[in-house]
């Protein structure tokens, strides 16, 4: 059974006002019927805001709901950030590994593969192997050019 569109209607408990439905109960709010001898039609209200539609067979994608290999974990360009991050404070020879460190880390903030909350683990550890990456880079250059 399909309810009629949410409107003000003749109350059915009084027959001189009229009565708020909001398209499923009737609401608190009444007003007076019109002093006209006319018939009372309701007043629908159209929806507001946008429809939406849920088939797929327009668009040319996966449905959201499949979960058929959606949910990707960490970036493998992240992992490689760390690990060059943790090898510049190890071994650093002539800068390579924190060269290596910031430019994984600057890739994988920018564009991580990583979805869900899984994105946001991913560009803070590539943004702590950023900041490692810039130190030991500092260091290695100033132990390689002799500047302190």
Do not use: K
Request: contains cysteine.
């Amino acid at each position: 059974m399909t309810l009629p569109a949410a409107g003000w209607f003749p109350d059915p408990q009084d027959a001189s006002r009229l009565r708020w439905w909001d398209g499923r109960t009737w609401g608190e709010g009444t007003r007076a019927l019109p002093a006209r001898a006319e018939a009372v039609l309701p007043v629908a209200v159209a929806p507001v805001g946008p429809s939406f539609s849920v088939g797929t067979a327009a668009a040319r994608t996966r449905p959201w709901a499949s979960g058929a290999g959606t949910a990707r974990r960490l970036c493998a360009v992240t992992l490689v950030a760390a690990i060059a991050a943790v090898a510049s404070v190890v071994v650093n020879p002539f800068g390579l590994c924190s060269l290596v460190a910031l430019l994984a880390g600057l890739f994988a903030v920018i564009a991580p593969r990583a979805t869900g909350g899984w994105r946001v683990l991913s560009r803070s550890i590539a943004a702590s192997a950023l900041v490692v990456a810039v130190s030991t880079a500092a260091v290695a250059a100033s132990a390689q050019f002799r500047l302190f």
